[in-house]
């Protein structure tokens, strides 16, 4: 994971980040696997997300998994 991963993060903290300024109710963000991944890695990559989004005043509604991606709903706390 490493420089790459938190790399990745930054956009989906920013976005919320900017939605939460803006006075948004809700915001949505997720990601997409691009090869087979155990399960257990795919649970621990969609903690890391709601914790890093929850961190900046938004609170997790839902995490619905789609094929080859999975999208993670976010309330204003």
């Not at 109710?25 to 989004?53: C, M, N, Q, S």
Request: with cysteine; proline share 5%; hydrophobic share 50%.
């Amino acid at each position: 994971m490493g420089l790459i991963h938190a790399w990745r993060m930054q956009k989906p903290v920013a976005d919320a980040r900017t939605a939460h300024q803006r006075g948004g109710l809700a915001f949505v963000t997720g990601f997409d696997l691009d090869r087979p991944v155990p399960v257990r890695r795919i649970r621990k990559e969609i903690d890391v997300v709601i914790r890093a989004v929850e961190a900046v005043g938004r609170r997790c509604v839902g995490v619905e998994p789609f094929l080859a991606s999975v999208e993670i709903g976010f309330v204003r706390a």
